[in-house]
């Protein structure tokens, strides 16, 4: 007996607003939705969107459907390609630019499991371009060619939604954002690193997409310390 052929999922049952939404869709598709993956009903993720059902032009469904590949729990660090190439440049310098998108995910899981002990990060995925931010001064060296900028910090802000499973509880949706930035990064054998993670609790849609100017900066200067030959010759620190 040969293997039978997958069975079709079942239409969904749309309510009278549905209807009147799909009929008005010019797509003419409706999405059908997974709730459990969705934080906020006005933005609706890719990954949540089980498959699309074609309507008519009075909003019903046909029984023609295409499923969505992008549907489930997946990582997505596709936001992280439109960092700065010079940032890139920097980061790769020290080691954590040739895989980022795994720096960024340990990191928030880290510091997940720090906010609860026992939480389980599923999926994470970047929602905005980085902020990057830097520290530094220009070279006091004297000799001929181009000035020399010598960067002593750098921080990298990046926003996100991730799934987090936490212990005897379902999965939750959050949105949030890591901080991570390398001190004394003119130091290799003194570098230092730290990270910090806002969540938002408040359930307002994009509020941690860009960062706290005055915050990230604060957070960046926590992270190492200048050499007396950071500060220009003359001053005291010198």
């Excluded at 869709?25 to 990954?47: C, H, K, Q, T």
């Excluded at 220009?138 to 991730?162: C, D, H, I, N, Q």
């Excluded at 890591?178 to 910090?196: E, F, H, K, M, S």
Aim: charged content about 25%.
């Amino acid at each position: 007996m040969g293997m039978q052929p997958p069975r079709p999922p079942r239409m969904p049952v749309l309510t009278a607003e549905q209807l009147t939404q799909a009929a008005a869709d010019p797509s003419g598709f409706f999405a059908e939705i997974n709730p459990a993956l969705v934080m906020d009903r006005r933005f609706i993720p890719d990954e949540a969107i089980i498959r699309r059902w074609r309507v008519d032009n009075q909003g019903r469904l046909t029984g023609e459907y295409v499923d969505n590949p992008y549907y489930g729990q997946k990582d997505d660090f596709t936001a992280l390609a439109g960092i700065n190439p010079l940032v890139l440049q920097w980061l790769h310098g020290l080691g954590v630019g040739e895989d980022l998108p795994a720096r960024v995910r340990h990191e928030v899981e880290v510091l997940l499991r720090e906010r609860q002990r026992g939480a389980v990060l599923e999926w994470v995925k970047v929602t905005d371009q980085p902020t990057p931010l830097a520290d530094g001064h220009r070279s006091y060296a004297k000799g001929e060619g181009e000035e020399m900028f010598v960067l002593t910090r750098v921080a990298l802000y990046v926003p996100f939604v991730a799934c987090v499973q936490r212990p005897d509880e379902d999965s939750e949706i959050l949105q949030g954002a890591l901080t991570y930035v390398i001190g004394n990064v003119n130091q290799p054998v003194n570098r230092v690193q730290r990270a910090w993670l806002d969540v938002d609790d408040h359930g307002i849609l994009n509020r941690l997409s860009v960062p706290d100017e005055h915050q990230l900066k604060s957070r960046m200067m926590a992270v190492g310390e200048w050499l007396p030959s950071d500060y220009p010759p003359g001053s005291p620190e010198a």
